[in-house]
């Protein structure tokens, strides 16, 4: 099998603050070297063997990339903005911008967000195949009505959808605050499923996601971290519910 290769160029801009446009000006500089010898050619192809040293700086390729966030409020979870600024702009790390969201949380709902830039692994955790759990915790505007957690239970049709949700767990702490566990990604969805029950979300705050839970002591709003090896191969392989 053939050794995967990268560009010269486009590594120096995933490991560095410098632009493709910059690491090539670098290059013609004589600032990198690969394997000990002075490279300028930006189109040279690495492999993960090569040491490519820039600024006298030993530079490593990030690879795949997977992150927990406490996402605060008035963040969006786009790849692009008109209104708020992007989760993204909380990260400090080379080449953020190819770091996505992996699924949705909307402006106002805080809590657990992960990022990544490996798409078969955001795949794996978004795809309503996999019918990963996620957990949230909601505030309501009233007290809940009766058999509010056996009408989540066994589905809720929504306004202008064709089918219903699929079963939703209803934790309730008290007649206003609950922890809702939910396998799909529709838009809007928690806030939807108690709309139809004729009550109104007034916060709403993710706890978990795919068997990876918020820490907020360790993770206040507005940090991150990388997870470990454990974390990403057993949030890939949760079992289905």
Request: hydrophobic share 40%; charged share 25%.
């Amino acid at each position: 099998m053939a050794k995967q290769t990268q560009r010269l160029d486009k590594f120096l801009a995933s490991t560095t603050e410098l632009t493709r446009s910059l690491a090539k000006k670098a290059l013609h500089r004589g600032e990198v070297s690969v394997n000990g010898e002075v490279v300028k050619n930006p189109g040279v192809q690495l492999t993960a063997e090569d040491e490519v040293v820039w600024l006298e700086q030993s530079l490593k390729s990030w690879g795949p990339r997977y992150l927990l966030m406490n996402k605060p409020a008035g963040y969006e979870c786009t790849s692009r903005s008109s209104h708020h600024p992007l989760v993204q702009d909380l990260l400090d790390l080379p080449d953020k911008a190819s770091i996505h969201p992996v699924g949705r949380l909307d402006v106002e709902t805080t809590g657990l967000l992960l990022l990544t830039d490996d798409g078969q692994w955001l795949h794996k955790i978004t795809s309503p195949r996999y019918q990963k759990e996620k957990v949230y915790f909601a505030e309501l505007a009233e007290p809940l009505v009766e058999g509010a957690a056996a009408s989540l239970a066994e589905g809720v049709l929504l306004e202008g959808e064709e089918k219903p949700t699929e079963p939703a767990k209803l934790e309730i702490l008290d007649p206003q605050r609950v922890r809702l566990t939910v396998t799909e990604g529709r838009y809007h969805l928690v806030r939807r499923l108690f709309a139809a029950l004729g009550n109104r979300v007034v916060r709403l705050h993710r706890e978990a996601v795919a068997g990876l839970w918020l820490d907020e002591k360790a993770l206040p709003a507005g940090s991150w971290r990388h997870l470990s090896e454990e974390e990403v191969q057993g949030a890939a392989q949760a079992p289905r519910v």
